[in-house]
T-cell receptor, first 114, second 111 residues
Framework: AQSVAQPEDQVNVAEGNPLTVKCTYS??????LFWYVQYPNRGLQFLLK??????LVKGSYGFEAEFNKSQTSFHLKKPSALVSDSALYFC????????????FGQGTRLTINP | KAGVTQTPRYLIKTRGQQVTLSCSPI?????VSWYQQTPGQGLQFLFE???????NKGNFPGRFSGRQFSNSRSEMNVSTLELGDSALYLC??????????FGQGTRLTVV
């Protein structure tokens, strides 16, 4: 079965510094990977996806993610963090090709300190 | 373009009651999925509907059910509510193999 793991429950970064939120995956077949962000009392907002192609994927709000097949990782990155980036971040993988079911990691709470 | 709309936003129910939650997908999206989010279990898949047919179902008891109408709107129902059903229920819609777009969720509290 497909799975993703987010090894850090919490990440703290100073405003203006680069940030990384880690995600590793385990899939059979081609990985379809996603990052979502959740603000308090809100649903999930789509940030970016990797289906195929370039290993560096650019998304919304200045975020990008690096797909690494050999390390089975899909880390979320941003060059310069903003206080408004503070939120809960989820990595997800599509259950199988053609499916809509997403399997989510447990989430990482990102706090950006002014 | 309007996003995914879930109603109601908040619900308080008593144990043993039943509840129905509603989801209107983005116009043109025919796939609707439901997820339960709790602090302990995280985000768990409930079921997915496409063109009024359930295509996939998660590992939840039969008290959890859903349906989809011809206009792609979907409802999920939970019968005989238990305290552990308290959660944020999220609906997502998608077009083909594209990414899923989520609604704001319905916060269900069972007392």
């Amino acid at each position: 079965a497909q799975s993703v793991a987010q090894p850090e429950d919490q990440v703290n970064v100073a405003e203006g510094n680069p940030l990384t939120v880690k995600c590793t995956y385990s899939v059979s077949g081609n990985p379809y990977l996603f990052w979502y962000v959740q603000y308090p009392n809100r649903g999930l907002q789509f940030l970016l996806k990797y289906i195929t192609g370039d290993n560096l994927v650019k998304g919304s709000y200045g975020f990008e993610a690096e797909f690494n097949k050999s390390q089975t990782s899909f880390h979320l990155k941003k060059p310069s963090a903003l206080v408004s980036d503070s939120a809960l971040y989820f990595c997800a993988v599509r259950d199988y090709e053609g499916a809509q079911k997403l399997v989510f990691g447990q989430g990482t709470r990102l706090t950006i300190n002014p | 373009k309007a996003g995914v709309t879930q109603t109601p936003r908040y619900l308080i129910k008593t144990r043993g009651q039943q509840v129905t939650l509603s989801c209107s997908p983005i116009s043109g999206h025919r796939s609707v999925s439901w997820y339960q989010q709790t602090p302990g279990q995280g985000l768990q898949f409930l079921f997915e509907y496409f063109s009024e047919t359930q295509r996939n179902k998660g590992n939840f008891p039969g008290r959890f059910s859903g349906r989809q109408f011809s206009n792609s709107r979907s409802e999920m129902n939970v019968s005989t509510l238990e305290l552990g059903d308290s959660a944020l229920y999220l609906c997502a819609s998608s077009l083909g193999a594209g990414e899923a777009f989520f609604g704001q969720g319905t916060r269900l509290t069972v007392v």
